[in-house]
């Protein structure tokens, strides 16, 4: 398991929250839990997507105000796959704080003062994937917008 040395020297409860995150994650794969298993399984794909979806999205956006859509077909495709794997990242991401909730507090690791304090962490930490993946969701939508806008049927 990789800690930043922040997370691995650091005495905070953050810290230790973020640790028993990622231990939540060793557990996911020593467990072979379905949604991480499920986007362990997208990697390739979204990495090739997300190595040329913008250039493809741009070409196809400009091909589109001159009536050929396809290209822009091609990138919504390419995008989506990248917004499947944000929206799989979340079960992932917020089975791992639970894990990590359930043993910081059975394991007396935090205290009824700083159990809720890691909870936040997690909390605050989640919100970001679910950000994330939010603005995946609309950027996809004003794409597939912008196709049917360009469609000449």
Request: proline share 3%; net charge neutral; charged share 10%.
């Amino acid at each position: 398991m990789n800690l930043s040395p922040d997370v691995y020297e650091g005495r905070s409860i953050s810290a230790a929250a973020v640790a028993a995150h990622e231990c939540g994650h060793a557990v996911q794969h020593a467990t072979a839990y379905g949604p991480l298993e499920m986007r362990s399984k997208l990697v390739p794909a979204v990495q090739f997507s997300s190595t040329i979806v913008n250039w493809v999205l741009l070409a196809g956006v400009v091909m589109a105000y001159s009536g050929s859509t396809t290209l822009l077909l091609i990138g919504i495709i390419l995008m989506a796959v990248t917004v499947v794997f944000s929206l799989i990242t979340l079960p992932v991401e917020f089975d791992a704080s639970k894990r990590a909730l359930a043993w910081l507090q059975h394991t007396n690791i935090t205290n009824n003062n700083e159990y809720p304090q890691a909870k936040d962490a997690l909390k605050w930490a989640a919100t970001t994937y679910v950000v994330a993946a939010l603005a995946a969701v609309v950027t996809l939508v004003q794409y597939i917008m912008i196709y049917l806008g360009g469609r000449r049927d």
